[in-house]
């Protein structure tokens, strides 16, 4: 019986009865002036049984309990086995790829291949779903009897990078489907490697007894044996930097980890898309971690993508991690100096702090050598060629010495050119007047003004209380990574009356501002309060000068809002990500991302970023854009697989029994399923049909007993 | 002849219209008060001869007939027939058990009464004689003598748009005491139910006849009464005793309906004994036709 407590309905058994009495009891009241021709004696009868009352009060008895009857799902036992209603679940992540014992199919093969068994030997009556989950549930056939449809979706069923997350919703999901349906052999089977961590909050408590309390669901875990060799996992491989130059080199750190209890001899392989790039042999013992780093020259200017992968163990799919290099452009800086400095010809280096700027961004460009593979050039230029230029060609413009422009519409182009993600760098000098340098730079300065020339009787310090500062970009310099600071004193500089927007990067130890830094729009703008000359400061014969001037001028090449971390080409299968795309994507209504698998994403009009997710295949994918006529550069993105699939913790027999409220026989084998189902068989054609006699019976007997009822009231 | 005289009841203009044209006589000679086309029991001056006698003293000179002198050499006077009005009692049953709630669509059986009542007043005054109404309850409730004219056509059509009366059960004994005020030589209509015990009723339309009175019984009945036409249990009550009985319909039925067709088998002989006239009317009945036809009936017998 399916639904014993259905049988409470036979309580209503008591309706008609009490109905029929009401019925003989409640009499209508009715004014007769005749009333004396009605006879006592007849009357006297009148609470006598009827025998069509009594019958129809039968019949309806009847009718009710096989109703009632036919709702409570009766059984009865049979040769074989009734229609079965069973849901399939299987486990598509990654560490379904293990191996079966005899080395040669995968688990997820073996379960798929026995599901594909199950679906072939449905009969008449039986009802199955399907349903492939990972980290996200990949396909549902719902409960269906089309034998087609469910050996196609079992067929097409795949294996992916990620996890398990899904799984432990969808068998209470498909245990509450089960639980509505309510049929005679129902089943869940859950085809997983049943590890913990997708168990992890309910495994130690009883968490799916109250779906399977008052039900005949049988849950099976299918727990088949995988070999457990010894296997290393690739935990994370990155290049360092992940934007490099042309012509510069990146090391990859590749960090892995022997998860199994012997030593094993891992090679550790870097490959360029199929070419194998450099290997690398270690012994690695158990429970080691390893990290391993191998170099590369990069010296064409496309970006490319990387595979880091161990030597073949008992778990391949933990063995490949992949990461891109993104190829940096060449930079370009616009050096405008003053009248009091001439650009030098050819090889003559001056000492002027335009010089000195001039050397420390390129040395080798200053001293008139030959530099082919430098990824900064430097243009300098004097104040009157400036109109001349075109200032979207350079990175940055450094105005140095420069108090005046040429013409008003000048200020306007480096404004314009600021706002759209250039970097300016403003440096005057002693000689400079600092009412017409505000007035001249007023619209780049956002606010900041500089005051009168300050010159104090001792050289200041510089403050090294990272605290003071709100821009931490010169934070290196002050914790002395780039050379000591002590040496370092300014002692000529203008005051900075009015910091508007600005925030101070680097000040004295007195609290002045000596560098300030303005964002405007995507681009920004440094305001020095000082120059490079060597009678104003020591910084230029200091050490830390050319990272201070390479960190400034890293700073001042990036548009605002350019996500600068190394892992932006990098995400998780089954993770969100939001890829900025360069500007000539702009106007494409998709891309197309081609990997292991081609995916296409929309992206918003009028913005060059792209969301990827429902990436469930690690790989590395290359981003194009859709149109054939567009030459744009494309992007990689490397997927990597989700981590904490290596591991072996799987749920143990009576952990799955406890999950199940204690329930026997809920962690089988799959070559053990074949006896899950009891040999009964619902009575319901019966009841049905019993049902329906009885229906008509009682509809002929009303028609019947209401016709004589009419035929003799006609009589009188 | 209007639909509704003042503000009593009314009555369907095509029912008086199918009674126009239709006169009602009386089968006995009447006696009234003016001159009008009945035939009375009094000698007149009309001029239907009807006998000779003798010439005595008093007697006017001019109706001594000279001719049956000159045979007989003896006065004789001839005498002539009288024409009067005729004097129509109304006798309506206005007790409780006429006041039954009908079926759905039917009119109660005093409507019907009320209507017929009214219908048969508005002839009469119509022809220039005089209609008086008694309500008759569980005593005389209303008592009209039998007049001329409009007037009193609308008098009495306030009297029956809500006819007072209450209990019942003596209608036979209560129209027995009209005694002297149902005048001799008229016409009598007894509009009642006639369910009560019949002896009373008997006796008192025996005694109108004995005093030379056309006298027709109209019974009017419900149709539920006459059909029974109830199949679930039923608490049955008496409009006037009160008294109840549970019956099951489908039990009694054929007795009720044996007992119900004996009751109106023995009015009827009754009324065929006593010349009475007897019309059985439900509620259901088309009253153009059942009362055009009966007093179309009447005077074809009159003068068939």
């Known amino acids: 019986m399916l639904y014993p407590m259905m049988l409470l309905g036979l309580l209503g058994l008591g309706i008609p009865v009490v109905i029929h009495l009401i019925n003989r009891r409640r009499m209508k009241p009715q004014v007769l002036a005749t009333l004396r021709f009605l006879d006592p004696q007849d009357v006297t009868n009148a609470f006598a049984p009827v025998p069509r009352d009594w019958i129809q009060l039968l019949l309806r008895l009847l009718l009710l309990s096989i109703f009632v009857l036919l709702m409570a799902r009766l059984t009865k036992p049979s040769a074989e086995v009734g229609p079965r209603t069973v849901a399939l679940v299987l486990d598509n992540s990654m560490s379904m790829r293990r191996f079966c014992p005899d080395g040669k199919t995968t688990l997820f093969e073996s379960h798929r291949g026995r599901i594909l068994q199950l679906v072939r030997g449905m009969r008449t009556g039986d009802c199955f779903s399907f349903t492939l989950v990972g980290d996200n549930v990949f396909a549902s056939t719902g409960f269906t009897s089309d034998r087609t449809s469910l050996e196609q979706a079992v067929t097409n069923a795949w294996v992916s990078d990620g996890g398990g997350r899904c799984l432990y919703t969808t068998v209470e999901e498909n245990l509450r489907e089960l639980r509505s349906r309510r049929a005679l052999n129902m089943a869940l089977l859950v085809f997983s490697d049943q590890q913990a961590q997708n168990y992890r909050a309910q495994f130690d408590q009883p968490a799916l007894a109250p779906l399977l309390d008052g039900t005949s669901i049988q849950p099976v875990f299918v727990l088949d044996p995988v070999t457990n060799g010894a296997n290393a996992e690739m935990c994370s491989a990155e290049f360092q930097p992940a934007r490099t130059y042309p012509g510069s080199g990146s090391k990859v750190s590749a960090t892995f980890q022997n998860g199994s209890d012997t030593q094993m001899a891992v090679t550790v392989s870097l490959y360029n898309g199929l070419s194998l790039v450099e290997s690398r042999a270690c012994n690695v013992a158990s429970g080691e971690t390893v990290q391993a780093e191998m170099r590369n020259i990069f010296d064409s200017p496309v970006d490319t993508a990387w595979k880091v992968s161990l030597s073949e163990d008992a778990f391949n799919a933990d063995n490949d991690q992949y990461t891109t290099v993104r190829m940096l452009k060449t930079r370009e800086v616009l050096l405008v100096t003053g009248p009091r400095y001439p650009v030098p010809e050819g090889a003559v280096i001056g000492d002027t702090g335009a010089d000195l700027l001039a050397c420390a961004i390129n040395p080798v460009q200053a001293m008139g050598l030959e530099d082919s593979g430098a990824n900064i050039r430097v243009t300098r230029v004097g104040f009157s060629a400036l109109e001349r230029k075109a200032l979207s060609l350079y990175t940055t413009v450094i105005l140095y010495g420069v108090q005046e422009l040429p013409s008003a519409e000048m200020v306007q182009d480096l404004e314009m050119y600021a706002r759209n993600g250039g970097g300016l760098y403003l440096i005057p000098d002693a000689s400079n007047n600092p009412s017409l340098f505000n007035e001249t730079f007023a619209k780049v300065l956002d606010g900041f003004r500089l005051g009168g020339l300050r010159e104090p009787k001792s050289p200041a310090a510089l403050d090294t209380r990272e605290k003071s500062l709100t821009d931490p970009l010169l934070v290196s310099l002050l914790r002395g990574e780039w050379g000591t600071v002590n040496d370092i004193f300014v002692s000529r500089y203008f005051d900075a009356t009015q910091l508007g927007k600005a925030r101070p990067a680097l000040k004295t130890a007195d609290g002045d501002t000596l560098l300030a830094m303005v964002t405007l729009g995507k681009g920004h703008v440094c305001v020095q309060t000082h120059s490079w000359s060597i009678q104003e400061t020591t910084m230029p014969r200091a050490l830390p000068f050319v990272s201070v001037v390479h960190a400034l001028l890293g700073r001042l090449a990036v548009p605002e809002g350019e996500v600068s971390d190394g892992r932006m080409d990098h995400m998780r299968v089954g993770d969100y990500h939001r890829l900025v795309l360069p500007l000539d994507f702009r106007g494409s209504s998709n891309v197309v991302v081609q990997g292991p698998r081609r995916y296409a994403f929309d992206m918003p009009a009028d913005a060059a970023v792209v969301t990827l997710k429902d990436m469930f295949v690690a790989g590395a994918y290359r981003v194009a854009h859709t149109s054939p006529t567009k030459v744009v550069k494309d992007r990689w993105v490397a997927v990597n697989r989700a981590q904490g699939e290596s591991g072996q913790v799987v749920m143990s027999t009576e952990q799955l029994s406890k999950l199940c409220g204690g329930k026997g026989n809920v962690a089988l084998p799959s070559d053990r399923l074949d006896g899950l189902f009891q040999p009964r068989r619902e009575l319901f054609p019966w009841l049905l049909l019993l049902l329906f006699l009885a229906l008509t019976a009682e509809t002929l007997g009303s028609v019947f007993l209401r016709r004589k009822k009419v035929t003799h009231g006609s009589t009188i | ?304």
């Open chain 2, 1 to 304: 002849m209007s639909a509704a005289v003042s503000s009593g009841m009314k009555i369907d203009p095509r029912l008086l219209q199918s009674l126009k044209g239709v006169h009602l006589r009386s089968r006995m000679l009447v006696r009234g008060m003016y001159n009008n086309r009945h035939r009375t029991s009094d000698f007149g001056s009309s001029t239907e001869f009807i006998d000779h006698r003798e010439y005595q003293k008093g007697d006017a000179i001019r109706s001594i007939d000279w001719r049956v002198f000159a045979r007989t050499d003896r006065h004789y006077v001839k005498r002539h027939e009288m024409e009067a009005n005729m004097r129509v009692h109304l006798l309506l049953d206005t007790s409780d058990s006429m006041r039954v709630p009908p079926p759905d669509g039917l009119p109660s059986k005093l409507e019907l009464a009320a209507a017929i009542t009214g219908a048969i007043a508005t002839m009469v005054i119509s022809q220039q004689d005089a209609a008086g109404l008694c309500l008759v309850g569980d005593k005389i409730e209303e008592r009209i003598p039998a007049r001329q004219g409009m007037n009193h056509l609308a008098q009495l059509f306030q009297h029956l748009g809500a006819p007072r009366g209450t209990g019942g059960g003596a209608f036979g004994t209560q129209i027995a005491h009209l005694g002297g005020h149902v005048q001799a030589r008229g016409m009598v209509f007894v509009i009642t139910d006639a369910l009560d015990e019949l002896e009373p009723l008997y006796k008192a339309m025996r005694n109108m006849v004995a005093r030379h009175n056309d006298v027709t019984l109209l019974q009017v009945l419900d149709l539920a009464e006459v059909e029974f036409p109830f199949t679930r249990m039923t608490e049955f009550r008496h409009p006037e005793t009160g008294a109840r009985l549970a019956a099951n319909p489908s039990d009694v039925r054929d007795r009720y309906l044996q007992r119900l067709r004996e009751h109106q088998s023995s009015l009827e002989s009754f009324c065929r004994k006593a010349r009475i006239d007897y019309v059985p009317v439900q509620n259901n009945a088309d009253l153009m036709v059942l009362l055009r036809s009966h007093f179309l009936r009447r005077l074809m017998r009159r003068f068939g």
